[in-house]
Nanobody
């Protein structure tokens, strides 16, 4: 497991921008084993959904409704993943969660860790 700390949420007007950050910490055997890092979101009374993901080598994937508006990036040296969100819409309002998946070379076990979540509210 790794510990994930998110930051950057807040209240923004429609059409505005926010940048979310997530930094991983923990055992070197887990940190070095992180493969995919992703952002999920969960709106009230809805299921958690994948927003965007990035592989260790930089390959990316996006949920259809955020394509062209959101950009995920990763800094392996800082064990960090970012989500730049532009042209935000009210339907983007949700708690956003960071996720990291990987393999601990010491324990020989796979892991999937979650951050505590950060609230994003898009409203005029």
């Amino acid at each position: 497991q790794v510990q994930l700390v998110e930051s950057g949420g807040g209240l923004v007007q429609p059409g505005g921008s926010l940048r979310l950050s997530c930094v991983a910490s923990g055992s070197i055997f887990s940190i070095n084993g992180i493969n995919g890092m992703s952002w999920y979101r969960q709106a009230p009374e809805k299921q958690r959904e994948l927003v965007a993901g990035v592989t260790r080598s930089g390959g990316t994937d996006y949920e259809d409704s955020v394509k062209g508006r959101f950009l995920i990036s990763r800094d392996n040296a800082r064990n960090a993943v970012y989500l730049q969100m532009d042209n935000l819409k009210p339907e983007d309002t949700a708690v956003y969660y960071c996720n990291a998946k990987g393999f601990n070379s010491l324990s020989g076990r796979s892991f999937a860790s979650w951050g505590q979540g950060t609230q994003v509210t898009v409203s005029s």
